[in-house]
T-cell receptor, first 117, second 114 residues
Framework: AQSVTQLDSQVPVFEEAPVELRCNYSSSVSVYLFWYVQYPNQGLQLLLKYLSGSTLVKGINGFEAEFNKSQTSFHLRKPSVHISDTAEYFCAVSLHDSGGSNYKLTFGKGTLLTVNP | DVKVTQSSRYLVKRTGEKVFLECVQDMDHENMFWYRQDPGLGLRLIYFSYDVKMKEKGDIPEGYSVSREKKERFSLILESASTNQTSMYLC?????????????FGPGTRLTVT
């Protein structure tokens, strides 16, 4: 079974600083990888996804993530954060197999990003 | 735009009550999911459905059941609510598409069981 570890439960940063939110996964088969964001009192929305191809994936709101197969990581980055990026961020993985439950997502426990003025 | 709606944003129920949480999606998605979200635990899958009348248990199905009589609607049922089911409940849907896998989420229902 696959699992997802988000290494930091909380990340406080100052506005306009760069940020990296870390995500590692474990799986015996190939995976698809996702980052979701949850703003206060809202549901989750997709930031970006890696299915195949280029390992550097760009998403909405200036975020990007890099898939590193050898390190089984999918870290999320933004070069300069805004107050409005304050939210909880979830990394998720889906198994890349041909059938069965390959549309299920396993989520990490989340990282709360707080951007301070 | 895909829209997933949930019947209530906030719900307060008493221990032992039967509770229905409703979810409706408007994009003809085959897959629908129910998660619960608790601080420090992230999202945990309760049940999912890949077609009408079809369902599979997720990671934490105990104390819950589901119903999917129509493609657009997926209901979560707490047969006898208990205080440890106080949580945020999120519904999601997705296409059954090999290259997709993106799940679209509703706004959530915050359930308090007293």
């Amino acid at each position: 079974a696959q699992s997802v570890t988000q290494l930091d439960s909380q990340v406080p940063v100052f506005e306009e600083a760069p940020v990296e939110l870390r995500c590692n996964y474990s799986s015996s088969v190939s995976v698809y990888l996702f980052w979701y964001v949850q703003y206060p009192n809202q549901g989750l929305q997709l930031l970006l996804k890696y299915l195949s191809g280029s390992t550097l994936v760009k998403g909405i709101n200036g975020f990007e993530a890099e898939f590193n197969k050898s390190q089984t990581s999918f870290h999320l980055r933004k070069p300069s954060v805004h107050i409005s990026d304050t939210a909880e961020y979830f990394c998720a993985v889906s198994l890349h197999d041909s059938g069965g439950s390959n549309y299920k997502l396993t989520f990490g426990k989340g990282t709360l990003l707080t951007v301070n003025p | 735009d895909v829209k997933v709606t949930q019947s209530s944003r906030y719900l307060v129920k008493r221990t032992g009550e039967k509770v229905f949480l409703e979810c409706v999606q408007d994009m003809d998605h085959e897959n629908m999911f129910w998660y619960r979200q608790d601080p420090g635990l992230g999202l945990r899958l309760i049940y999912f459905s890949y077609d009408v009348k079809m369902k599979e248990k997720g990671d934490i199905p105990e104390g819950y059941s589901v119903s999917r009589e129509k493609k657009e609607r997926f209901s979560l049922i707490l047969e006898s609510a208990s205080t440890n089911q106080t949580s945020m409940y999120l519904c999601a849907s997705s296409l059954r598409d090999f290259f997709s896998y993106e799940q679209y989420f509703g706004p959530g229902t915050r359930l308090t069981v007293t």
